[in-house]
Nanobody
C-alpha cells in the first residue's frame, strides 16, 4: 500500500508561482511513475505531468514551458514547480503514483489563480 500526501496549494495572482509537493509513504519501493493531475470545477480530471523512475517526463501541452515536475527518490517526494500561472490553472491538483499493480491517489490540494 502507498499513501500520498500533497502540500503547497493556495491562492496566487496570475503570473505568480507555486510549488506543490507530494510525499509518498508505505511501499515506496514499488513506485514506477509519479505524476500530477488536476480537476477544475465541472471538468474531468486531466493529466498535468508525469515522471518515471528514470526521470523521463511528460507534460500536458497546456503547461509545457511553465511547469516542471521533479522527483527526489531519497525523500520519496514528487514536486511540481508552477510558474506563470494563469486563471485557467485553477483546480484541485492530485498526486498520483503508479506501481505494477495499480495507481494510487492523494486527496488533492487546491490551487486558485486570481486574475
Amino acid at each position: 500500500q502507498l499513501q500520498l500526501v500533497e502540500s503547497g496549494g493556495g491562492l496566487v495572482q496570475a503570473g505568480g508561482s507555486l510549488r506543490l509537493s507530494c510525499a509518498a509513504s508505505g511501499s515506496i519501493f514499488s513506485i514506477n511513475t509519479m505524476g500530477w493531475y488536476r480537476q477544475a470545477p465541472g471538468k474531468q480530471r486531466e493529466l498535468v505531468a508525469t515522471i518515471t523512475n528514470i526521470d523521463y517526463t511528460n507534460y500536458a501541452d497546456s503547461v509545457k514551458g511553465r511547469f516542471t515536475i521533479s522527483r527526489d527518490n531519497a525523500k520519496n517526494t514528487a514536486n511540481l514547480q508552477m510558474n506563470s500561472l494563469k486563471p485557467e490553472d485553477t483546480a484541485v491538483y492530485y498526486c498520483n503514483a503508479g506501481t505494477i499493480n495499480r495507481f494510487y491517489w492523494g486527496k488533492g490540494t487546491l490551487v486558485t489563480v486570481s486574475s
